[in-house]
């Protein structure tokens, strides 16, 4: 009757975790991050006492996430409405989450931080002088710092990613053309380069998605993130 008992309690367990996995988007976020963390720790040689940090570490995070989760559903099935009580339970429930988080941020920086620097460095090295990984971070940065200025400046006009304050097309354009630019040593080719940057500009000018301005510091983003990439970091 005992042994039952005990098998019961651990499927009961066991569905509990399964449900807060398949519920909870911060329940699999964690989830993820501990398994490629435990993936990443079996090429280090972790002493006894570091894994015992890693392995408490990670369960912390998940026990904390699903007491949060437990927390957050008895309230709910308690009350429906609104309750400063309630919302202060959860608040404090979410905040036990963040504080073990918070901690296996630390343990993790701890154990793998020594390890991964001479990687770290050497993956640096070699993006610095290599051309084709610049050239992608220039356009992933130029992407990212175009969409970040359409969301923040959207004026209501079409859509944020069709017009917008700044031209992406033209940032884009300007900034291959600048990479091609420092890689080329030519003349010509940069010329010809900036030309077919100028046209791409021009165009959307022409079919009134861009104003002149707008295009202009599209092309202005573009020019001084390939100058920041390729002149100061490579």
Do not use: W
Request: hydrophobic residues 55%; contains cysteine.
């Amino acid at each position: 009757m005992k042994s039952r008992n005990l098998i019961e309690s651990f499927n009961h367990a066991v569905t509990g975790i399964i449900h807060a996995l398949k519920t909870e988007k911060n329940m699999k976020f964690h989830f993820i991050i501990a398994s490629l963390v435990l993936i990443l720790s079996l090429f280090f040689d972790f002493s006894r006492l570091e894994l015992i940090m890693l392995f408490f570490a990670i369960a912390l995070v998940l026990v904390a996430e699903m007491i949060n989760t437990a927390i957050e559903r008895s309230i709910d099935l308690i009350t429906a409405e609104f309750h400063p009580l309630a919302r202060l339970a959860k608040d404090i429930a979410a905040g036990g989450v963040l504080i073990a988080a918070i901690n296996s941020m630390v343990v993790g920086y701890l154990l793998f931080f020594d390890r991964l620097n001479p990687l770290t460095n050497l993956v640096l090295y070699k993006i610095k002088n290599s051309p084709i990984y610049l050239t992608f971070i220039a356009l992933v940065l130029v992407i990212v710092f175009t969409i970040a200025l359409k969301t923040l400046y959207y004026k209501g006009r079409g859509t944020p990613f069709q017009g917008g304050s700044v031209s992406g097309h033209a940032a884009v354009s300007f900034c291959i053309a600048t990479i091609i630019a420092f890689m080329a040593h030519n003349m010509l080719i940069s010329t010809l380069s900036f030309m077919l940057a100028f046209l791409v500009g021009e165009s959307r000018v022409e079919g009134k998605i861009h104003s002149i301005m707008e295009v202009v510091l599209g092309g202005l983003l573009g020019v001084l993130v390939g100058i920041l990439v390729f002149q100061i970091i490579g």
